[in-house]
Structure formats: C-alpha cells, structure tokens
C-alpha cells in the first residue's frame, strides 16, 4: 500500500496506495472537522486547488448530525461530494480537550457533548463504530492526548492504556470490515503513538505499536504548545523505530517550517486548521512570508496576494479589493483568502516532492525554512 520512492537524508518521497485513491507524499490533508472546509470549499473546490486527501472528525460527526445518519446517506464520500482518501480522527483529541466535562476510565471515556451537554461514552470500538459508520478511508485509533507537560508517571500510565485501546480498536475494526454491508470493507487503520515529550516512553511506545503491522503509524500529542525543538527531537527520536514501508503521519503540523523540519525528519502526512483559520483572518502564505491583509498598507495595493501563485484568488483579485471585503465583513473575503492559503500549502507540498524528485529538498528547506514562517 505504501511505496517508498527515494530519500534524500531522512527525507521520503513516496506513494500511498488506499481504497479511494492513490496520495503522493510527503501531503497535506485539508481539514474539514465537520464535513466542510470553513472558509466556503466544496469538494470541487478542493480539487481544483491540489487537494489529495480531506480529513474530518469523528467526535463531532457522532454529535451532529450523527454517524447513523452519515451511513444511511451512504457515508462520508458521498455526503460531502468528495472522492478522494478521506482520514477521520478518532475524537480522542477533542474528548481530552474537554477537561472538565470528562471522565477516564479503563473502558473509555464518559463525556458531556460540547453542543447540547448530553452525556456520550466513547472508547475503543465506539470510536471504530463510528468511524466505520462515516465510511473513511483511514481510521485512526482512540488514544488519549495527554497534555505538556505531564508527570512522567501518568504519562507511562497513559501510553501503556493506548496501548490496550489500540489492540481493541484492531480487533473491533477487523470485525466491523468482514461485515456484509458494512460501508468501506477496506476502511484502514492507522495507530498513534503518544508518551509526551519523554524519549524513553515515546520509543517503547512506537516499538510495541508496530509490531501490529498497522497501515500507518501517526505521531499525537505534540504540536500542543510545547517548544517545537522539543517537538524536533522527538521526531527524531522515535523515527528510527517507525517502520520504513508504512506511512507516518505528524498530527497537527503545522506552519510551512514545521512541514520542511518534520519532512527533512521522515514524517509523510501533516495535516492542520492553521491555514484555514488564519486566512479566515487576513493573515496569508507566501513565499516571501506572511502578510497580514488588515495592515493599513494594502488599502491601495494592487497586486495579487502572492506574485509567484496562480491560484484562483491571486489571478483574480488584488489585496486592495480583499481587504475591503474583510472591512465590509464579506463573506467573500473568507473564502477568497481560505482558497488562496490551502493551494498554498498543498503547491507547496508540490515543490517539496519536486525538490525530493530531484534530488535538492535539502537546499529548498534552507532557503525556505525560517522564510515562509516569517511575518512581512
């Protein structure tokens, strides 16, 4: 399923092979939490700006509409139009961000729902019954997101816990594919690995997950507000013991120079809403940096937002005009400025394979990698 192309150092160019597609890597999942990309993108849309694979979640799918609904009107693919690789989180993210509404134990977690306060319990197989209900490609494990930092000791606690979930998740997701009428029989199953910022629990961690031989492996809980050379070192403290013929995935990440750093310490997948949520608020990717388009300095600027993209927004509309759709509150000025930083990071994925094919991503993430995070 994966094919590993060629390296340059640690970095992999590569081929996912999946049910709905196959995904050039290292990519980008454009995140569609509830089915929509915010900011206005149908799928259409998704495919004209270089979208391979859409990612949504299944904590808040469960809560609405529901997941029995998404699987009666044929699942996620054909609900949101969509028919590329679709990964689905397994909500264990968002139910341990709910703090004070939940509570852990060995069979799962007991929670109130975020929209309407009801109570929902979500463990293992709950989490692959809902995901199989959504039909994704990818489903990834229940684990828990412990937060940075936390005691060494409850960390151990935890990861060897998402361990055992991890063994029921598989168990429950084999029986739920041999199912006759289940909606994606080939639905894969990624597991995640987790120990916070201690090597030690992070390399037992990812040594017990791969001797599952699991379709993918992910790296969770980083990217969660400790300092991203903590998250550098654990990537690469835990990238000798991934396996080599299975896609990893960084979950989260990030900025363009998080991708460029992670890429250069062998991660494939990255996914995150930075891009979405910042262009919903003027703040833009280029090559050259990031522009805010509230700055008083655009208010008569009439080139595109980046002169080197070719993007539907740059080839149509100036900064001048999308800045005073943002103070008129256009809607338009949202959707403009989502498409515009989406075909921006998935060109860049572009570039970064282009440079990996040829064999100069190492000079490309030089020139790069402190630039396109620097605010202009």
């Not at 700006?49 to 509409?65: A, D, E, K, S």
């Not at 000798?240 to 896609?247: C, E, G, L, Q, R």
């Amino acid at each position: 399923m994966f094919r590993l192309i060629k390296t340059e150092g640690n970095a992999r160019r590569g081929e996912f092979v999946t049910p709905h597609g196959t995904v050039q890597t290292p990519a980008f999942q454009n995140v569609a939490t509830c089915g929509a990309i915010k900011g206005a993108l149908d799928a259409g849309d998704l495919k004209a700006i270089g979208c391979q694979q859409m990612l949504c979640n299944t904590y808040h799918l469960h809560v609405r509409p529901g997941d029995e609904l998404i699987r009666e009107l044929g699942g996620l693919h054909r609900f949101t139009g969509w028919q590329g690789p679709i990964l689905t989180d397994s909500g264990g993210f968002q139910v341990f961000s709910l703090a004070g509404l939940r509570k852990i134990k060995e069979e799962g977690v007991t929670f109130n729902s975020h929209v309407d306060g009801r109570h929902i319990f979500m463990g293992p197989e709950e989490s692959m019954r809902i995901q199989s209900n959504l039909g994704s490609t990818i489903a990834m494990a229940f684990d828990e997101c412990v937060e940075n930092p936390a005691p060494y000791d409850y960390a151990q606690k935890s990861c060897e816990r998402t361990v055992r979930w991890l063994y029921r998740c598989k168990d429950e997701l084999d029986r739920l594919n041999a199912i006759h009428d289940t909606v994606n029989p080939r639905q894969m199953l990624f597991g995640i690995n987790q120990g916070c910022t201690y090597e030690r629990l992070r390399i037992e961690n990812m040594c017990r997950i791969a001797s599952l031989d699991l379709d993918g492996y992910a790296i969770g809980g980083l990217a969660v507000g400790e300092p991203k050379e903590d998250m550098y070192r654990i990537i690469s403290s835990v990238e000798p013991y991934m396996p080599k013929n299975k896609p990893r995935y960084l979950m989260g990440v990030g900025t363009p120079g998080n991708i460029l750093e992670a890429v250069s310490r062998g991660i494939d997948y990255f996914d995150c809403v930075m891009p979405s949520r910042n262009a919903r608020h003027g703040h833009l990717n280029t090559m050259q940096g990031i522009i805010n388009l509230n700055n008083a300095k655009y208010e008569k600027d009439l080139s595109p937002i980046d002169p080197t993209c070719d993007c539907p927004t740059c080839r149509n509309h100036s900064r001048a005009y999308i800045r005073h759709l943002f103070k008129a509150k256009e809607m338009l000025a949202m959707r403009l400025c989502v498409q515009h930083n989406l075909y921006f990071y998935n060109t860049l994925m572009q570039k970064i394979r282009d440079a990996l094919d040829r064999g100069t991503f190492t000079q490309f993430k030089e020139q790069y990698v402190e630039l396109l995070d620097t605010r202009i």
